[in-house]
């Protein structure tokens, strides 16, 4: 079997193609594997170019991933102004964010590797862009939550994101964990409770949160 030559993307628009391309390979990697153990070469392989091809459009694998990240941050933003439309209450509110992390695995898992790692690999200008994608998309969800939460200010707002999004990457990680572990959980009694589902125990934990900010809160009794 012979391998099939790779045409060097020459148009601006074929540029672009090939570069979304890449993306999706990545996406659709770390969906399927998780994040960590996929290569640049694994991404080229699943994009049908030669590794050298991605190097011409990302620099390295946390560049790909780190750009997926703030993809994923504007996406959650859009879910969750959606989801949060109209007064709410801590129990509601928490479902929201919840679900709408829940919706998106991709983004979770990125979460936990985002500051550990991909911000690690990448130029201060790269880094510097995905901070400000991702302060744009903390603006849209904190101005849902003030919505539906009016006692809620912006400071907590911001607050309450930066811990639901902690959570998220933490939980994620527990509720999903390479076959060694899920062996343990599955064998072992003592370690049943660590094998949490996602969603209902984030859903818990952002009530919590939320719970806690109300009680905060100026005015609160």
């Given at each position: 079997m012979?391998?099939?030559?790779?045409?060097?993307?020459?148009?601006?628009?074929?540029?672009?193609?090939?570069r979304?391309?890449?993306?999706?390979?990545?996406?659709?990697?770390?969906?399927r594997?998780g994040?960590?153990?996929?290569t640049?070469?694994?991404i080229a392989?699943?994009?049908?170019v030669?590794?050298?091809a991605v190097?011409?459009?990302?620099a390295s694998?946390?560049?790909?991933?780190?750009?997926?990240?703030?993809?994923?941050?504007?996406d959650?933003?859009?879910?969750?102004g959606e989801?949060?439309?109209?007064?709410?209450?801590?129990?509601?509110v928490?479902?929201?964010?919840?679900?709408?992390?829940?919706d998106?695995?991709?983004?979770?898992?990125?979460l936990?590797?985002?500051?550990?790692?991909l911000?690690?690999?990448?130029t201060?200008?790269?880094?510097?862009?995905?901070?400000?994608?991702?302060?744009?998309a903390?603006?849209?969800?904190?101005?849902?939550?003030?919505t539906?939460?009016?006692?809620?200010?912006?400071?907590q707002?911001?607050?309450?994101?930066?811990?639901?999004t902690a959570?998220?990457?933490?939980?994620?990680?527990?509720s999903?964990?390479?076959?060694?572990?899920?062996?343990?959980?599955?064998?072992?009694p003592?370690?049943?409770?660590v094998?949490?589902e996602?969603?209902?125990?984030?859903?818990?934990?952002?009530?919590?949160?939320?719970?806690?900010a109300?009680?905060?809160?100026?005015?609160?009794?």
């Amino acid at each position: 079997m012979t391998t099939p030559s790779f045409q060097r993307a020459r148009r601006p628009e074929h540029k672009e193609q090939r570069r979304q391309d890449i993306l999706r390979a990545a996406a659709e990697l770390g969906r399927r594997e998780g994040v960590r153990p996929v290569t640049l070469t694994d991404i080229a392989a699943g994009a049908g170019v030669h590794k050298s091809a991605v190097l011409r459009y990302f620099a390295s694998r946390e560049a790909v991933f780190l750009l997926l990240t703030a993809d994923g941050w504007q996406d959650w933003a859009d879910a969750a102004g959606e989801a949060l439309r109209g007064p709410g209450d801590p129990a509601t509110v928490a479902a929201a964010l919840a679900g709408t992390l829940a919706d998106r695995p991709l983004f979770c898992d990125l979460l936990g590797h985002a500051q550990l790692n991909l911000e690690r690999g990448v130029t201060q200008e790269q880094v510097r862009d995905f901070k400000v994608t991702t302060l744009d998309a903390v603006d849209r969800v904190a101005l849902a939550l003030t919505t539906a939460l009016p006692w809620m200010d912006r400071g907590q707002a911001v607050d309450v994101i930066a811990g639901t999004t902690a959570m998220a990457a933490q939980q994620w990680q527990t509720s999903n964990p390479p076959d060694t572990l899920a062996r343990l959980y599955a064998e072992d009694p003592l370690f049943a409770h660590v094998a949490s589902e996602f969603a209902p125990r984030l859903t818990r934990l952002v009530t919590l949160l939320l719970t806690g900010a109300a009680a905060a809160a100026p005015g609160a009794a």
